[in-house]
């Protein structure tokens, strides 16, 4: 049983910043990418941002500059610290992870979304 946990989110002023967390626990063999996505009310989901296994990042370029992706291996956790925070940022934000289960299988999980609201 595989299960991404986000937590973090909140209720912030415009210039804020929040960090997103996701732990995924479970039977994993290997994670493979890790990404955040967000769905903001009346618009599509849309990928923030990645992390592969070996560390490279990739970002929505809305948020380049003032998101930061990382990611805690031994911990299978993820982190996206966001600064300098726009309404245009609210949204719930999803945890999403590329991995193999311990029978080899390939699976891409979801959590649950964290609210993340952005006042003007």
């Known amino acids: 049983q595989v299960q991404l946990v986000e937590s973090g989110g909140g209720l912030v002023q415009a210039g804020g910043s929040l960090r997103l967390s996701c732990a995924a626990s479970?039977?994993?063999?290997?994670?493979?990418?890790m990404n955040w996505y967000r769905q903001a009310p009346g618009k599509q989901l849309e990928l923030v941002a990645s992390i592969s296994s070996w560390g490279s990042k990739a970002y929505e370029d809305s948020v380049l500059g003032r998101f930061t992706i990382s990611r805690d291996y031994a911990k299978n956790t993820m982190y996206l610290q966001m600064n300098s925070l726009k309404p245009e940022d609210t949204a719930v934000y999803y945890c999403?992870?590329?991995?193999?289960?311990?029978?080899?299988?390939?699976?891409?999980?979801w959590g649950q979304g964290t609210q993340v609201t952005v006042s003007s």
């Open positions: 999403n992870a590329e991995l193999h289960v311990d029978d080899g299988s390939e699976y891409d999980y």
């Open positions: 479970g039977n994993i063999s290997r994670i493979n990418t």
